[in-house]
């Protein structure tokens, strides 16, 4: 069974200009989860998805940050315009439903902004 | 808003010794799991705990939740270098800032 893939693995990019990081979940999981893990701490939730809607984005910087889930399948997180403290790992998740079940994590995409 | 924390932030201990995480919160778990990330790879779920006072093995590695279900433990016994990782604890698939481990040969 494949995992969860993401792209690109690594992107360096300066201060002010735009990035997006690809997501394709393990086929059939309906919940899509992206995080932000900054180095030596553990992973922050930014946004998670139920299919195509959206059912947390509480932590998601909206002025600066999006994403979306067309057809409920792959998704896209973009940063508009990246600040220096966006430099991170931008890991994203799948499982089959919300509550009490397992989730499986791509290996991330390391974003550093300079 | 849930508060998890970890302790301890860091450990480093040498191959063979035995060691103890917690993980705590400051509001009742609704069901906590434990995963393991390693350099460069994501997390990966080793259990999930779901009732107050559950106790589950998976081979030299021993979880314990409270009984109030606002607490939990991991335990390992005669830890070894591939144990070495970042710890982590989770509720709702929010996320501690983890123990960092490592075992030296």
């Known amino acids: 069974e494949a995992g969860v893939a993401q792209s690109p693995r690594y992107k360096i990019i300066e201060k002010r200009q735009s990035v997006a990081f690809w997501c394709n979940p393990i086929?059939?999981?309906?919940?899509l989860y992206w995080y932000q893990q900054i180095l030596g701490q553990g992973p922050k939730l930014l946004i998670q998805f139920q299919n195509n809607g959206v059912v947390d984005d509480s932590q998601l910087p909206k002025d600066r940050f999006s994403a979306e889930r067309l057809k409920g399948v792959d998704s896209t997180l973009k940063i508009q315009p990246a600040k220096l403290e966006d430099s991170a790992v931008y890991l994203c998740a799948s499982s089959l439903a919300i509550m009490n079940t397992e989730a499986f994590f791509g290996q991330g995409t390391r974003l550093t902004v300079v | 808003t849930q508060l998890l924390e970890q302790s301890p932030q860091f450990l480093s201990i040498q191959e063979g010794e035995n060691l103890t995480v917690y993980c705590n919160s400051s509001?009742?778990?609704?069901?906590l799991q434990w995963y393991r990330q390693e350099p460069g790879e994501g997390p990966v779920l080793l259990v999930t705990?779901?009732?107050?006072?559950e106790v589950k093995k998976l081979k030299r590695l021993t979880f314990q939740f409270g009984d109030a279900r606002k607490d939990s433990s991991l335990h390992i016994t005669a830890a070894q270098p591939g144990d070495t990782g970042l710890y982590l604890c989770a509720d709702d698939m929010r996320f501690g800032a983890g123990t960092r481990l490592t075992v030296k040969p």
């Open positions: 705990v779901v009732t107050g006072g």
């Open positions: 509001s009742v778990f609704s069901s």
């Open positions: 086929s059939g999981h309906a919940t």
